[in-house]
DNA sequence: CGGGCCTTTGACTGGTTTCAACTTCTGTGG
DNA sequence: CCACAGAAGTTGAAACCAGTCAAAGGCCCG
């Protein structure tokens, strides 16, 4: 039976494909030759989630990363009022997946899932630790998404300890106006650690200016 | 004129680099040679703070990195109204440096300096690239390293935004009890971005239990 | 003993949350 | 194409948590 490459189907199935290459290879000194690239895609296998559908459930472990290619998924979990605190939100050229569960094995914490119908490159864990051995590219890459993703996380821990709930927004829909349109109002006021009441009023206050 | 090996006068300067072959060997997979070791003692410099004194200064590139043999330091930034923000505390056996300036060799927003007397092994940038494309164990270590970082840094973000003050001091004091133990309690209340009234009156409430 | 640093306490203030009611928007099935 | 239900956003009033300011007390070290 003819099967032909996984880099080929891969290619034919996503049109956004091609976004997956072009970040790969903004992230590496060295670019990629075919070679490299052909192995490294066929590390991965497409996925189709629709609105609303779970990509990992609290209590299970982490054991694939995706690249998105086509839609907007979020990172929440539910707190002992029953709130749904969001963690984190991703569309078209992010990664999702809980990175503590990932690295550590351990069971998330949280819930990821679909807020729309979304297309998805998946790759297992065990796979990577090849990939990062065998290609220099992709090590160097891995360790530059752990340092920015370090960054991140710094920047957001001080904006939300020293700013007011008008600054964090405008903070934010600033250097994610991307984000900020794509998901509604209450789920940008969880992200951001406020209520949604208190969102709307700061909106109407922003936009006066 | 007889110079002794690196590794050697590093060794009989500090009584605490015995912790630092711990600390290298506990993170990686496969043990490090004699060798390999040497190498990498060779690439670090002891250096001597006493309270007070900088380590970096806001505006200075972070060139250097250091592992902390004795003492303890704070990293912390000065926000508009000349109020001291405390973003790390470290120790014995902690890395310190400015990861964004480091990383990104742009000029630190941040201050280091001791907070007792103490002593470092520090470690120039160019050097540790050299030492990861040589130390295969060296790479791993920087990885998990990396990987550790960044879910700290996650999880403090996501700590200030979704705790209260009593739940923050609380989380805080469990996971690092030395910590608390070492820096007074004004330090604490910064770094956990509280003022120090809200700390002491927190913790009056959380001695009753 | 005095001075610097640290902590505690009280009164006041303000930004945010909470709760509840109401409006607007949107997509779906009859 | 309208009707309607569910989701999303708005608004007001009351309660609350934490910050600010000011003053006093504790503690340690020279």
């Known amino acids: ?19 997956f290459r072009d970040y790969i290879t903004k992230y590496s000194t060295t670019p990629l030759t075919n070679k490299q690239f052909e192995l490294l895609s066929a590390a991965f296998q497409p996925k189709f989630l629709k609105k609303k559908q779970y990509f990992l459930q609290e209590g299970e472990v982490c054991n694939y990363y995706g690249f998105i290619t086509k ?16 963690v984190h939100l991703s569309i078209e050229n992010w990664w999702v997946g809980d990175r503590e569960s990932w690295v550590m094995l351990t069971p998330s914490l949280y819930n990821i899932d679909a807020w729309e119908d979304t297309e998805l490159l998946l790759i297992k ?5 090849k990939l990062v051995q065998e290609i220099p590219a992709c090590n160097e890459m891995v360790r530059k998404m752990d ?6 996380a710094q920047k957001r821990a001080n904006a939300s300890i020293s700013l007011s709930a008008d600054e964090r927004y405008i903070d934010f829909a600033y250097h994610y106006p991307q984000i900020v349109k794509r998901f509604p109002q209450h789920i940008i006021a969880s992200y951001l650690g406020i209520t949604k009441e208190t969102l709307s009023r700061v909106l109407r206050r922003v936009i006066k200016k």
């Open 1 to 19: 039976m003819y099967q032909p490459g996984r880099f080929m189907s891969l290619n034919m199935q996503f049109s956004g494909f091609e976004y």
């Open 71 to 86: 839609g907007a998924m979020r990172q929440y979990r539910v707190d002992e009022g029953g709130m749904e605190r969001i």
């Open 125 to 129: 864990k065990a796979d990577t630790l």
């Open 147 to 152: 340092e920015m993703h370090a960054i991140a």
